[in-house]
């Protein structure tokens, strides 16, 4: 009988994995109709928590263990409650007109739409209005993550109207059940803190300190020769590194922000070279190649391409010109190809030759702004007065004379007088000279792209160390210290990354792959620092795990641009969120590491790290959930959506709950079997991380 308790769980776990899949094949109501808000699984839950509490009263199991399964408990009747009597409306205020709802009269008084400083890209939508009831007014305000109650009212800002006459707020009325869920959460929390006071004081304070750290040309290219232009024409048709180093520095709205043009011009090549360079051509020259001259840069063989298919219907290699393409009448023979238009490789395809036209077109050339609005030189400027139109333009024109003229100093004194002009019509304090010239620097040295290659060599040099016995101490203790050394630099410059990256941001670096997985290897470096002395093969592990985690970062599909915040982003739940969950993550990546190495090589420090490391990134994994929860709660009005992200999270906490019960699960005392289940289980995780958003999509899929 002990074990159905266990067997329930399991069923809730590949339940839930149904569901997604479910979901993503049919539709969101099916799935909840048919399995998490069906009888029979809410009735699967019930009973399976209830077996828990029974077999703590039983066999007089642990406080900490106690208050979990009651925290579970108490969550699980919030949740029903919520179900039966919470009530959910979204109402649309238009200004200064009242609208009845239940026995609240609502009325707009002010839509706002603040944006980041200098640009027109969203920050917050905030909503003032006024509720009367019973001849009594309330005055509210409502914004993105900042609810306003009324009673046991809670008011979510939820969308707004174009026109910013009106906007669209949820009303939420589920004290009761919000209440419960709440008492469950605190609970859980009390009995994660017990657990850490009770048997691990010292190791808690170490975790708790990760935290905070963890927040002007023709539209068609004309046809041209097809002979391939050499470097000497090249230089002929661009700027001299000087002059481009200085034109990086000038200032664009690109991505939704304010960022120096050199990033710009790196992602550019980046997209259509796959590198940052060509010929010895800086990011820079080759974005001024393009702009000026694309009629000579269209015939260099730069347009890197990755389907085969693509490279047999157009008879081309690796690298083919932008002029294979297109007939001689500048038609696009992409349209008439037999590639599908729905394929990766013709959407791959298009997305180069689209970001070639919005360069050679110069609409996506944003460098001239008016307060907060930043134009391109073929935008309509009616708006504008007639100087600053009269000087947008011309002076791309001017640039491009002194340009073919090779007058260095006058293209030099053309940048110039654009900055300047930049200067005087943004808004005030927007545009950041120590923000542009720092975004340069890290976009030169790409400091994970440069030390994923040492980490790893270190790594292999701490492999030899740990498993060659004969090495001479002397060698040894030289060996240690240098890879001590190493990693010391190698958290440095890693931390400096993180704290610019944030610092130009804005935000702390949760808001993509690239910056979450860039975190992930920092704080398992860390992790190994701290505990390096337990177990010399995790040091190891650490080593290797972080170099991988640089490594996934610089993949093509990675992508390191620098974006603001969308509004719902912006909420300090989702950074103390973010942070446990890839404090978690870090610590099951590790255990999936030293799991492999004891099955390689049955060490017996490895396996003893294995339930040290687990037991933390259990608890760390629901506390990561929970903090989700309220997240979810503040911005949506609801704790749980069963969205595939929040399904898939929990599914993995489950999955890595049953090596704990070793006492019950026999099979797991089995040392082999254990690890090899914990190497399976990480499958989970990588799902939860990459396969979620790859394959299911949801809310989580930013």
Known sequence: ?????????????????????????????????????????????????????????????????????????????????????????????????????????????????????????????????????????????????NTFRYKNYRFFQT???????????????????????????????????????????????????????????????????????????????????????????????YQGRI???????????????????????????????????????????????????????????????????????????????????????????????????????????????????WYSAVDNLQNINSGDSIFIRGVLQLLYEAVEKKEDSAVKNIISKIRIFQTLKAEQGSISDTKIMLEIYLNKFNIPKNLFPVILIFALLTFITVIIKKIPCKIRKLLNVIIIVQYCITISLLTAFIILRAYISGHLPFSNGYETMLILSWIILLITFIFRKKADILFFAGQMLSG?????????SMHPQLTPLMPVLNSIWLSIHVSIMMLSYALCALITIISVIYLII?????????????????????????????????????????????????VTGIVYLFPLFDRDIKIFQNKVLLHSYLVFAFLSLLMTYFGVSLFLGGLHSY
């Open 259 to 373: 960022s120096p043009l050199n990033t710009y011009a790196r992602d550019f090549v980046l997209q259509l070279y796959g590198k940052s360079s060509y010929k010895n051509f800086t990011a820079e020259q080759i974005f001024a190649g393009w702009l000026f001259f694309p009629e000579v840069w269209q015939h260099e063989e730069m347009i890197k391409i990755k389907s085969k298919e693509v490279r047999k219907e157009f008879g081309i290699k690796e690298y083919a010109k932008f002029s294979n393409f297109f007939t001689p009448f500048g038609e696009s023979k992409l349209t008439y190809s037999g590639i599908a238009n729905t394929s990766k490789a013709y959407r791959e395809l298009d997305e180069k030759i689209n970001t070639v036209f919005a360069l050679v077109n110069g609409y996506s050339l944003e460098i001239f702004p008016q307060k907060n609005i």
């Open 1 to 145: 009988m002990k074990y159905i308790k266990y067997i329930f769980l399991a069923i809730i776990a590949v339940s839930l994995v149904v569901a997604t899949f479910v979901e993503k094949f049919y539709d969101k109501t099916f799935a909840l109709a048919h399995i998490e808000h069906s009888i029979w699984f809410c009735t699967l839950c019930g009973a399976c928590v209830l077996l828990f509490l029974f077999d703590c009263i039983k066999y007089r199991r642990s406080l900490p263990r106690y208050l979990i399964v009651i925290s579970v408990l108490i969550v699980l009747c919030g949740a029903t409650v919520s179900f039966f009597t919470a009530e959910n409306t979204v109402v649309h205020l238009r200004k200064d007109i009242p609208l009845q709802e239940q026995s609240l009269t609502l009325t707009l008084k002010n839509f706002e739409i603040v944006n980041y400083s200098g640009t027109n890209t969203p920050a917050d939508f905030i909503s003032d209005f006024e509720i009367l009831e019973n001849g009594k007014t309330v005055l509210a305000n409502v914004s993105m993550n």
């Open 602 to 650: 049955k060490n017996g420090d490895a396996h003893n790290m294995v339930y040290k490391l687990l037991e933390i990134a259990v608890v760390l994994m629901f506390l990561g959930i929970i903090c989700g929860s309220v997240w979810a709660n503040q911005s949506w009005g609801r704790y749980w959506g069963w969205d595939p992200k929040e399904v898939w999270a929990l």
């Open 548 to 556: 991988l985690c640089l490594l996934v970062c610089n993949i093509n």
């Open 159 to 253: 969308s707004y109207d174009s026109d910013s006459l009106g906007t669209i707020l949820t009303i939420n009325n589920d004290f009761i059940g919000s209440l419960l869920v709440y008492c469950g959460f605190a609970l859980f929390v009390i009995a994660a803190i017990f657990y850490f006071l009770k048997k691990r004081l010292k190791k808690f304070y170490c975790f708790i300190a990760l935290l905070p750290l963890s927040s002007i040309l023709p539209a068609q290219l004309p046809a041209q020769s097809s002979s391939q232009s050499s470097s000497q024409l090249l230089e002929q048709k661009t700027i001299s590194k000087e002059n481009a180093d200085e034109l990086g520095r000038i200032a664009c709205f």
